[in-house]
C-alpha cells in the first residue's frame, strides 16, 4: 500500500520530482567531483612519492636575469645552466655519505626517429648504468676510492624486458620505453636510427646514429616515453661533454635528516639546488590543497542551493497535497506515517540525484584533472558510498520543514474547504 | 438515557468572536439514527467535528463510547477515531490517484494490515462491486460517496458520522446513499448525520435542532 501510494503521487507529479533531482544533482556532482579528483591525485602523487628511490634531486641554479628599468619588468631570461659530471663524485663526500646508496645524472635531449609519416619525437636520456665512479678525496682514508652506481640502484623497481645496460661503456645499447617500442614497433635486439639536429627541425644538419634494444621499460611515468642510454652516448651525440641537467640522489636511513643532506650537497657542488623529493611533492600537493579548498567551497555553495531547491520543491508539494495529509490524517494516519511519506519520497529523490550526481561528477573529475593535473582521474566507487550519504543526507535535512509543515496540518481545516 | 454512546457535557467552541457552539448538551444513544438540523452556519459540522475528535472544544466534554476523548492527546485521538468513528464528508474526500479498491485499502493501511479481500468485501457491500479499479475523476458523485462510505466501514467502527453525505447527490442517488445509511443502521451502527433538510432528517429516530450554535430542540420519533 506505501509503495501504490509513494508510487502513484510519484508518477502524478513527475515534473516536480524531477526538478527536485536536479537540484540534488547539482549538488552531488561537486562533492562527486571533489572526492574523486583528490582521492586520485594524492594517491597518484603518494605513488610517484613512493616510487622515486631517490630523496634528492640536483638541479643548476639558474640565473635569472630581470630585463627592464628599475622597477619595470618586461620579463624574464633563464640561462639553462648544466652540472658539471666531473663534480658528481663530490655528493660521496659529504659527513652523510655513507648513507648515499647511489645517484644517477641525467641529460635530456629530444630526438627523432621514423621515417616520413611514421616520424617520432622522443626524449634520449643519457645516465649512468653500473658506472664507477672514482672518489678523488675521500673524507676519510678508510673510503672506497671507486663508487659503483647507477639508475638501476636510483629506480630497481623499473620493470624490464629484456637487460638493463650492465657494460658502462657500450655506445649503442638502450632501453625504450614501452610508448616508444610500440610507436616505433622496436622489439628486443632490434636496431634504430634516432636524428639529431642542434636547432631543431634543421635537417640539412641532423646527425644520425643508431642504437640497439636492449631492453624495454615499463614504468607507468616519463620512462615510457623515453630512450635511456649511458651518459657519454647522450654527451657526444649533442656534443656536450662533461654537462648533466640533474642528478638523482637515493640517500636511504631512517627518519632521513634530508634537508641536512641536501644542504651539505649544495655546499660541495657549486652552482646546484638541492631539492628534496618531499619539496617536489609538495608543491603539487599544495595545488591539490588548494583545488580541494576551492571545491570545498563550491560544494558548500553547490549544497546550499540544492538544498533550498530540493526545500521549495517539497514545500509546494506539501502544500499541494494539504487535503491528502489532512484526509489520511482524518483517516487514522499518525503523524509519523505522513513523515515517514515524505521522507521516503525525499529519500528517494536523495538517492536518484546522488546516482546521477556521482556520474556528472566523473566526468567534472576529469575536466579538473586535465586542466589543473594534466592527467586522467580514474572513477573511484569508494566516492558514492559517500556522495550518497551527502545527497540523502541533504534531501532528508532539507526536507524536514516542509515535513513538520505536513504535521501541522490540521485535518478540520482542510477537510472543510469545500 | 445518561449512559449514551455519545454524550457532551456542556460542549463550547469559540471561533475569536464567533460563538459557533454553545454549552451543548447533548446524548445519543447506541444504534440510533440521530439528525443534526439547523441553517447554515448554526454550528452542526463543529458539533460533529469534536465528536469525530478532529477537533478539540473549546470548554466542555465529550465522552465518546465511555472515553473523554477531551482528555486525549494528538496521537491518542487518532487512534481512537480511527478504531471507533467512520467518516462520511459531503465532498468524499477521495485520493484522486488511487483507484476506489486502493481508496478503500488506504484506511486498511492506516488502521492496520491491509486486507484486500476484505476491502473488496466493503465495496461489493455498498454495491461498487463492479469499480475497483476506477480512480475518483471516472466515478459519478454517488458512487464516489458509496467508496467513501465503503473506506468508513472498513475497520468496522460502531460509530458513523455524516456531514450532509447527500448534499451533492442528486434525488436518485441521493436515496441510495441514504439507504445504504439506513442498512448500516439497522446492522446495529449508531448512525449521526447532519444536515439542513428536514425530510432527510426525518428519517433518524432522533432528531437535535441547532440554531445559532445552541441545542433549540430534541425530537424522538417513537419506533
Ligand atoms: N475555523 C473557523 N474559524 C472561524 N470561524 C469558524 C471556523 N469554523 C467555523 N466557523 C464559524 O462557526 C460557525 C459554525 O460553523 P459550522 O461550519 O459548524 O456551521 P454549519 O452548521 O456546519 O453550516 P453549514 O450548514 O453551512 O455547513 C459559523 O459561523 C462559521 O463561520
Ligand atoms: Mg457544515
Not at chain 1, 8 to 21: C, E, L, M, N, P
Not at chain 2, 133 to 138: L, R
Not at chain 2, 205 to 218: A, P, Q, S
Request: aromatic share 6%; with cysteine.
Amino acid at each position: 500500500m506505501f509503495m501504490s501510494i509513494l508510487g502513484k503521487s510519484f508518477s502524478r507529479r513527475k515534473g516536480k520530482i524531477a526538478i527536485a533531482i536536479i537540484a540534488v544533482i547539482m549538488g552531488a556532482a561537486i562533492p562527486s567531483a571533489m572526492f574523486t579528483v583528490s582521492l586520485d591525485i594524492s594517491e597518484k602523487v603518494s605513488y610517484e612519492f613512493r616510487k622515486y628511490g631517490a630523496n634528492l634531486i640536483l638541479v643548476p641554479k639558474s640565473d635569472t636575469i630581470q630585463v627592464g628599468f628599475p622597477g619595470v619588468e618586461f620579463g624574464a631570461v633563464t640561462e639553462q645552466n648544466m652540472i658539471n659530471e666531473s663534480d658528481l663524485w663530490k655528493i660521496k663526500t659529504i659527513s652523510w655519505r655513507n648513507n648515499v646508496l647511489g645517484f644517477a645524472p641525467s641529460l635530456y635531449q629530444v630526438v627523432k626517429s621514423g621515417e616520413g609519416t611514421n616520424e617520432q619525437r622522443m626524449v634520449l636520456v643519457g645516465t649512468y648504468f653500473n658506472k664507477e665512479v672514482e672518489i678523488l678525496k675521500p673524507y676519510s682514508p678508510d673510503d672506497k676510492k671507486i663508487f659503483k652506481t647507477g639508475i638501476k640502484s636510483i629506480s630497481p623497481w623499473w620493470e624490464i624486458d629484456g637487460d638493463w645496460i650492465e657494460d658502462p661503456n657500450d655506445n649503442t645499447g638502450s632501453l625504450v620505453g614501452i610508448n616508444v617500442a610500440q610507436k616505433l614497433g622496436l622489439k628486443l635486439g632490434n636496431t634504430f636510427t634516432i636524428r639529431y639536429s642542434e636547432v631543431p627541425d634543421d635537417t640539412a644538419n641532423e646527425t644520425e646514429y643508431v642504437l640497439r634494444v636492449l631492453g624495454i621499460i615499463n614504468t607507468d611515468g616519463y620512462e615510457d616515453n623515453q630512450i635511456i642510454v649511458n651518459l657519454q652516448v647522450a654527451q657526444n651525440l649533442t656534443n656536450r661533454p662533461n654537462e648533466v641537467h640533474t642528478v638523482q640522489v637515493s640517500a636511504l636511513c631512517n627518519a632521513c635528516p634530508v634537508d641536512v643532506f641536501a644542504a651539505e650537497i649544495e655546499e660541495k657542488i657549486p652552482n646546484i639546488d638541492a631539492k628534496t623529493v618531499k619539496q617536489l611533492v609538495s608543491a603539487e600537493m599544495s595545488v591539490l590543497n588548494k583545488v580541494e579548498d576551492m571545491m570545498m567551497l563550491v560544494t558548500v555553495v553547490a549544497l546550499l542551493a540544492s538544498a533550498l531547491g530540493v526545500s521549495t520543491t517539497m514545500t509546494t508539494s506539501v502544500i499541494e497535497r494539504q487535503k491528502e495529509i489532512g484526509l489520511m490524517k482524518s483517516i487514522g494516519a499518525e503523524n509519523k506515517r505522513i513523515a515517514s511519506l515524505f521522507m521516503t519520497e525525499a529519500g528517494l529523490v536523495g538517492l536518484v540525484g546522488g546516482l546521477l550526481g556521482y556520474g556528472i561528477g566523473l566526468l567534472l573529475a576529469q575536466i579538473v584533472g586535465i586542466s589543473v593535473f594534466d592527467s586522467t582521474v580514474s572513477p573511484r566507487l569508494s566516492v558514492l558510498p559517500l556522495v550518497l550519504a551527502i545527497s540523502i543526507g541533504m534531501t532528508l535535512l532539507a526536507s524536514s520543514l516542509p515535513v513538520r509543515r505536513a504535521m501541522k496540518i490540521e485535518p478540520v481545516i482542510v477537510l472543510r474547504g469545500e | 438515557m445518561g449512559n449514551g454512546i455519545i454524550v457532551t457535557k456542556n460542549l463550547s467552541k469559540i471561533y475569536g468572536e464567533t460563538k459557533a457552539l454553545q454549552k451543548a448538551n447533548i446524548t445519543i444513544q447506541r444504534g440510533d439514527w440521530t439528525s443534526i438540523i439547523g441553517p447554515s452556519g448554526s454550528g452542526k459540522t463543529t458539533l460533529l467535528n469534536m465528536i469525530s475528535c478532529l477537533d478539540t472544544a473549546t470548554s466542555g466534554s465529550v465522552i465518546v463510547n465511555g472515553t473523554n476523548v477531551s482528555s486525549l492527546n494528538q496521537v491518542k485521538l487518532t487512534r481512537f477515531r480511527r478504531d471507533n468513528i467512520g467518516l462520511i464528508f459531503q465532498q468524499y474526500h477521495l485520493i484522486p490517484y488511487l483507484t476506489a479498491l486502493e481508496n478503500v485499502m488506504m484506511a486498511q493501511y492506516y488502521h492496520s494490515i491491509v486486507v484486500e479481500q476484505d476491502a473488496r468485501e466493503a465495496l461489493e457491500n455498498v454495491g461498487m462491486g463492479h469499480r475497483f479499479d476506477h480512480i475518483p475523476s471516472h466515478l459519478s458523485g454517488g458512487e464516489q460517496q458509496r467508496v467513501c462510505i465503503a473506506r468508513a466501514l472498513i475497520n468496522d467502527p460502531k460509530i458513523l458520522l455524516a456531514d450532509e453525505p447527500t448534499g451533492n447527490l442528486d434525488q436518485k442517488n441521493g436515496k441510495i446513499v441514504l439507504d445504504l445509511i439506513k442498512r448500516l443502521n439497522d446492522e446495529g451502527h449508531t448512525v449521526v448525520l447532519v444536515t439542513h433538510n428536514p425530510d432527510i432528517s426525518k428519517k433518524g429516530n432522533r432528531i437535535i435542532e441547532l440554531v445559532d450554535g445552541k441545542v433549540t430542540k430534541v425530537n424522538v420519533k417513537n419506533s
